[in-house]
C-alpha cells in the first residue's frame, strides 16, 4: 500500500446528510436487479461487462455455439446495446454514419436513422462510429465520431432531437473521434465532452437535449462514464486523463476527485474504464506500461484513496479487463492473463484466445477476439481451460459481444450476428477455427498427416529430419515450412509474413516436441522472422544458419532469423570482403546547443581519401547506429566504391537518448536544428567535403525518414538529396507533409522511396505501411518530384533495408559522377 489522498470537496457535507434520500429518490434502474433481457448501452446494465444465460454454462462442459442469424452490417467499433428485443448498433455505410435497429431474435432490420457523414479511418483506425448507443425507454442516443449527439425513437428511428457538441459547447474531438458511450442516469443523459472549461462530462435533459449542466476540467478522449454503489451512496464515476472523479447523480456535482497519475495515452489513461473489484476497490489501467488498484472510501468529513498496488501484468491494450472471484482477466499486449486480485501477480497466462475483448457469462469467460472468434473458458485461476469457440466472422471485429434474451450479439467490420450456446447433443455446428500456418494442399502438409496418423511419430520424424539439406523448407518456388523441435511451455512465431503487433502460435504434432509454420510467398521474396519461446524468450531459429544482428525489444543485441524463396537474388555488396581497398572509420562529438546534450557521429572515409586533396560528396545516414550495426553499411560502401558509386563519406549520427521525439515528436526540430546548424557545418570543417546541398545525402530508415522529410522542407536548402525507407507515414502525417512540401519549382530535392511487399501493417487496426509509403509517393509526384524507389519483394527493417544500399548510392553518386 504506497499512498493515500484524502479529498474534501464543498459539496460533501450537504450531500452526506442527504444521501439516503438521494438513494431513495433515484430511479437507479441500472442498478436495481439483473435483468437478463437488457443490455442497453457499453458494458452492459451495471457497466462490469458481466452476463448471466440462466445456468446454460454452469459446470457443463459438453456446451456449443449455434448461429441463430446473421446480417451484413458495415465499418465501426460500437457494440450491440439490446432493449426489448431490439438489438441496436451503429456503422457507416461507406458514405454516412448510421444508427440500425434489428428485431433481437430474427435479424430483421427495424429501421435505420442517418446520424452524420462518415467518419474516415485514419492514423490506424478503421472508417465509422466508435460509440455504442443506449437505449432508455423508448429512446435510443448515440454520439457520431464527428460529436453530433442524436436521441431517435427506439420503435422507429424517428429523430427527437440533435445536438452538436462541438459547435454548441466547444468539446474538444479527440483524434479518432467521439468514443465516449452516453448513459441515462436520474433521467439525466450523461456524455464525456473533455472540454477544460468546466465541461469534462455534462449532462442533458434526454427529452429535449437541453443542457442541464455541465463539470470538471479534465481532458477526455475515449472514456465513457458509469453509474456506481459507493457505501450505498449512489454515484457518477467518471475518469479523464488526469483524474477519477465521483459525481453526485441528482446535479453533477463534484463528490470527489482522485489524481491517478495516468499517462493520458491510448492504451493508457486516455481509454481508462475502471473495474469494479471487491468492496470499493476498482482496478485502473491508467498507464500504457502498468495498472493500479486504488481502495476508495468514505470518511466522516472526506473520502480516502488508497493504493493497493500497481504492476506490469495487465497493460499495452485497449481491451477492458473483468473481475471474478477475486481474479482480473485481462491481457498484457497480446497475452491473456489471470492475475490475482489482492497482489497483482500473475496466475497464469495463454496464447488462446488471441487477442480479443473479454467479459463474464455464468462465471465463464467470453472472448470475442479480433480475428473474428469467439472463445467460451472458465473463469478460473486453475488456467485457461476453453469450453468451446467458434469462428463468427472472416473479417477483423473491435468490440466486445452483447448479451441479452439468452443470446449473445457480436459484430465485425461487415457482419452482425446473434448466437445461442446449447448441448453439444443437439449436434451443433460448431463451425472450425481459423488455424494460421497450415497448408492443407502441400507436400508437407500429407506427410504431417502420416505422423499424426502413426504410433512410431518420433522415428518418422527423426528421419524426415535428417533428410532435410537445409532450414527453412522450401517447396517448390512459393511455400515455406518453418520448423522447431524442442520441449517447449509455448512457442509462437513473428515475422513479416505475418500482421504487425501479431504473433501466430505454432502448430504442432500432438503428442512430439515437433512444431511447425507454412505459409506463401512471392518466388523472388526474402523476410525475418522470430521465435517468442515460452511466453518471453525471443530467439532466432536454430535450425536456420541465415541471421542477421538486431536490436531486441530490451534494446539489447539480438539475432534475427530470415529466409529468402528460390527467385531471390542476394545483393553482392553484402559479402565480407577477402581484400582490397578498405575505408577507416573515425569517431567524433560535439556539444549540440540545439538539444542541449553531447551527440557522437562516426564517419566513414573512403579509401585513397587520406592521400588525395579533393572533396567528396556527404552520405548522412540518421539512424546511424542501426546502419553499422544491422545494416554492416561500411561494408557495403567498401565492396562498392570505385565499383558502382563514387568515393563518398558516411556519417553515421548516433541516436540519442529519445529518438522516438527527435525523429517524429516534439523534439524534431531541435534534432533538425542540430542536423543543419552543427553537424553539416562541423562536418564541412573536419573534412574535405563537397559542401553543397547538391553532394549531401540525407537517408533515413523507419522513424528516421520522418527526420529526414522534416529537416529538408522544413528549413530548405541544406539538403536536397533524400533516401527514405519505410516511412512511418500515418494519415495525418501525409497530410502535414502536404502543407510543408512547396514543390520542385520552390524547393528542388532528388528523392528516393522504397518499401516492402511485406512491410508493416496492421490489418485489424486499419493502418498499412506499403499503401501508405505509395500514398506519399503519389503526393510526392502530384508536387513535381521524380521519385525513384517504389516496392520491392521483402520485408522490413535493417535486414530489409540493407538489400537497397547499393541501389540507393548508385541512384544519387553512381560511379561515373566523378571520384
Not at 462530462?201 to 449542466?213: C, H, N, T
Not at 500473475?346 to 469467439?374: C, E, N, Q, Y
Not at 472463445?375 to 469457440?389: L, M, T, W
Not at 516511412?727 to 522511396?753: C, H, S, T
Request: aromatic letters at 10%; charged letters at 25%; a negative charge.
Amino acid at each position: 500500500m504506497k499512498e493515500i489522498q484524502y479529498v474534501l470537496h464543498k459539496s460533501f457535507h450537504r450531500i452526506a446528510l442527504s444521501a439516503l434520500l438521494v438513494s431513495l429518490l433515484i430511479p437507479l434502474c441500472i442498478l436495481a436487479e439483473d435483468d437478463k433481457s437488457e443490455w442497453p448501452g457499453w458494458r452492459g446494465k451495471n457497466f462490469d461487462a458481466v452476463a448471466g444465460l440462466d445456468g446454460m454454462l454452469g459446470g457443463n462442459s459438453d456446451v456449443g455455439l449455434k448461429v441463430v442469424w446473421r446480417e451484413t452490417l458495415g465499418s465501426g467499433y460500437s457494440s450491440v446495446s439490446v432493449v426489448d428485443k431490439r438489438a441496436i448498433t451503429m456503422y457507416s455505410d461507406g458514405q454516412r454514419d448510421k444508427l440500425i435497429a434489428f428485431d433481437a431474435n430474427s435479424g430483421k432490420k427495424l429501421w435505420e436513422y442517418d446520424i452524420d457523414e462518415t467518419y474516415r479511418g485514419h492514423d490506424g483506425s478503421h472508417d465509422g462510429p466508435i460509440s455504442t448507443p443506449f437505449i432508455h425507454e423508448e429512446t435510443v442516443f448515440g454520439l457520431s465520431p464527428r460529436g453530433m449527439l442524436v436521441a431517435v425513437n427506439a420503435e422507429t428511428g424517428a429523430k427527437i432531437w440533435s445536438v452538436n457538441i462541438v459547435e454548441n459547447y466547444k468539446a474538444p474531438k479527440p483524434h479518432y473521434g467521439f468514443s465516449t458511450s452516453p448513459i441515462v442516469v436520474n433521467n439525466t443523459l450523461l456524455v464525456e465532452m473533455g472540454g477544460k472549461e468546466k465541461n469534462s462530462i455534462a449532462g442533458f435533459k434526454p427529452e429535449s437535449g437541453e443542457l442541464l449542466w455541465s463539470t470538471g476540467e479534465d481532458a477526455v478522449t475515449y472514456q465513457s462514464p458509469m453509474l456506481i454503489d459507493l457505501d450505498g451512496q449512489p454515484q457518477i464515476l467518471f475518469s479523464g486523463n488526469r483524474f477519477l472523479y465521483g459525481l453526485d447523480p441528482q446535479d453533477g456535482s463534484i463528490l470527489w476527485e482522485y489524481n491517478h497519475g495516468g499517462d493520458g495515452a491510448p492504451p493508457g489513461s486516455g481509454v481508462l474504464t475502471p473495474v469494479r473489484m471487491d468492496g470499493n476497490q476498482f482496478f485502473l489501467a491508467h498507464k500504457f506500461r502498468e495498472g493500479m488498484v486504488v481502495n476508495i472510501q468514505k470518511g466522516s468529513d472526506n473520502y480516502q484513496f488508497e493504493e493497493v498496488w500497481t504492476s506490469g501484468n495487465l497493460k499495452q491494450t485497449y481491451s477492458t479487463p473483468v473481475y471474478h472471484d477475486g481474479y482480473l482477466f485481462g491481457y498484457k499486449g497480446r497475452l491473456f492473463q489471470c492475475v490475482d486480485g489482492a497482489t497483482g501477480k500473475v496466475v497464469w497466462r495463454s496464447r488462446t484466445p488471441g487477442d480479443g475483448f473479454p467479459m463474464l457469462l455464468d462465471g465463464h469467460l467470453a472472448v470475442l477476439t479480433k480475428k473474428g472468434a469467439l472463445h467460451i473458458a472458465k473463469a478460473s485461476p486453475d488456467g485457461y481451460q476453453e469450453v468451446a469457440a467458434m469462428q463468427l466472422f472472416d473479417d477483423h471485429t473491435w468490440s466486445p459481444i452483447s448479451v441479452a434474451n439468452g443470446m449473445i450479439y457480436a459484430r465485425s467490420f461487415k457482419e452482425i450476428t446473434a448466437l445461442k450456446i446449447e448441448n453439444l447433443s443437439k449436434q451443433l455446428a460448431q463451425g472450425d477455427l481459423k488455424l494460421a500456418g497450415q497448408l492443407p494442399d502441400s507436400k508437407f502438409a500429407k506427410w504431417v498427416k502420416q505422423v499424426e496418423a502413426a504410433e512410431n511419430k518420433k522415428t518418422m520424424i527423426d528421419n524426415f529430419m535428417s533428410r532435410q539439406a537445409d532450414f527453412p523448407i522450401i517447396e517448390g518456388d512459393n511455400q515455406a515450412h518453418i520448423i522447431y523441435r524442442g520441449e517447449v511451455k509455448d512457442i509462437v512465431i513473428s515475422g513479416d509474413m505475418i500482421s504487425s503487433r501479431n504473433e501466430d502460435p505454432m502448430n504442432r504434432i500432438e503428442g512430439t516436441d515437433f512444431y511447425y509454420y507454412s505459409f506463401e510467398l512471392d518466388p523472388a521474396a526474402r523476410i525475418d522472422y522470430r521465435f517468442i519461446r515460452d511466453f518471453e524468450d525471443q530467439v532466432a531459429d536454430p535450425l536456420n544458419k541465415r541471421v542477421g544482428k538486431t536490436i531486441g525489444i530490451d534494446n539489447s543485441p539480438a539475432e534475427t532469423s530470415w529466409l529468402a524463396m528460390p527467385k531471390w537474388k542476394s545483393p553482392a555488396h553484402l559479402a565480407e570482403q577477402a581484400d582490397g581497398a578498405r575505408g577507416t572509420v573515425d569517431s567524433l562529438s560535439f556539444d549540440s546547443e540545439a538539444m542541449g546534450d553531447t551527440r557522437s557521429a562516426k564517419v566513414y572515409l573512403p579509401p585513397g581519401y587520406a592521400d588525395s586533396d579533393k572533396g567528396y560528396p556527404v552520405v548522412y545516414y540518421h539512424d546511424g547506429f542501426m546502419a553499422e550495426f544491422s545494416g554492416n553499411v561500411p561494408n557495403s560502401l567498401d565492396n562498392l566504391i570505385g565499383e558502382q558509386i563514387a568515393p563518398v563519406i558516411a556519417v553515421f549520427i548516433q541516436p540519442g537518448k529519445n529518438v522516438r521525439a527527435e525523429y517524429r515528436g516534439g523534439l524534431v526540430t531541435k534534432y533538425s536544428k542540430m542536423f543543419l546548424d552543427e553537424l553539416i557545418p562541423l562536418i564541412d570543417e573536419t573534412y574535405r567535403t563537397q559542401a553543397t546541398p547538391e553532394a549531401r545525402l540525407s537517408i533515413g530508415t523507419g522513424a528516421s525518414a520522418s527526420a529526414v522529410l522534416y529537416s529538408a522542407f522544413s528549413n530548405y536548402g541544406s539538403v536536397t538529396n533524400l533516401s527514405l525507407q519505410t516511412v512511418p507515414a500515418l494519415d495525418f502525417y501525409i497530410n502535414m507533409l502536404d502543407q510543408m512540401i512547396k514543390g520542385i519549382d520552390e524547393q528542388p530535392a532528388r528523392i528516393y522511396l522504397d518499401w516492402g511487399k511485406y512491410d508493416i501493417r496492421a490489418a485489424h487496426e486499419g493502418w498499412d505501411m506499403r499503401d501508405l509509403n505509395a500514398r506519399l509517393g503519389k503526393m510526392l509526384e502530384k508536387k513535381g518530384y521524380e521519385v525513384a524507389g517504389g516496392e520491392f519483394v521483402d520485408g522490413s527493417g535493417w535486414l530489409s533495408w540493407r538489400n537497397r544500399t547499393d541501389v540507393i548510392l548508385k541512384h544519387f553518386f553512381p560511379a561515373n559522377a566523378g571520384g
